[in-house]
């Protein structure tokens, strides 16, 4: 990988929700983690919720064995989820929110205001040698908690960026871009997702502090239209044309 090089991370989990649409094995999101893999993506993003509506257990041990791009756990801040983090030695786990009745992950995590619940999970994680991130709002608030929590990495939520309009959108570019330099400066690796698509990828990719953008809904909804393969060359291309 060249250095500098802006990472994409496939998140895959809405392959299995088509999948367990009907329940049996088809698509498969291996096939899918597969793919990525050989069409240059850097990295597979799979959230196992708790109710499961998507990934199943089965499915991080087939993915970790089918492709060698490293893994990235999505999980809640539980103790079930830890232990099968603990059990599967992910590459990387991002800690989410999670409830059960959203449609999908609507906010950032509250790390300011749950530090001592999150310290001594992150610490565990850190020990068995997974890269801990926080999926965490562009906030000042948030970024100090990730330092205090000693997270490596922080994910910073593009949601707000990427449903605002005209100013209020320039507004949100800019508070995720000193948030991701904030971050840099304290010896954080920021990286960026949620909502992101090909019409607005390209101004969170010309942050030359990211490190990784995590894309998955988008790209698996165009897939039905182009194909998996050229939906994720299409942003590979948009992004590598924001960072020259």
Do not use: W
Not at 83 to 109: D, N, S, Y
């Amino acid at each position: 990988m060249t250095p500098g090089r802006l990472r994409l991370g496939v998140n895959i989990d809405h392959v299995a929700t088509i999948r367990n649409a009907r329940g049996g094995d088809h698509p498969d999101p291996v096939r899918a983690a597969q793919i990525v893999a050989a069409c240059g993506g850097d990295g597979i993003t799979a959230h196992l919720r708790e109710d499961r509506r998507h990934i199943r257990d089965e499915d991080l041990a087939r993915i970790q064995a089918a492709t060698s791009l490293p893994l990235n756990l999505e999980m809640a801040a539980t103790e079930e989820m830890l232990a099968i983090a603990l059990r599967h030695k992910p590459h990387a786990a991002c800690i989410v929110p999670e409830r059960r009745e959203e449609r999908t992950t609507e906010g950032g995590l509250d790390a300011a205001g749950q530090h001592n619940r999150l310290y001594p999970l992150v610490q565990r994680l850190l020990d068995a040698d997974i890269r801990v991130s926080l999926f965490i709002a562009p906030e000042i608030a948030q970024i100090d908690a990730a330092i205090r929590l000693n997270a490596p990495v922080v994910e910073l939520h593009t949601g707000e960026y990427a449903h605002a309009e005209g100013a209020a959108r320039a507004v949100e570019l800019k508070r995720i871009a000193d948030m991701a330099a904030l971050a840099a400066r304290n010896g954080i690796e920021p990286h960026a997702g949620h909502g992101l698509t090909y019409d607005n990828v390209q101004p969170i990719a010309a942050i030359p502090q990211l490190a990784e953008l995590n894309i998955g809904h988008y790209l698996i909804g165009e897939a039905i239209f182009t194909g998996l393969e050229a939906s994720v060359l299409k942003m590979r291309e948009l992004m590598d044309a924001a960072r020259p």
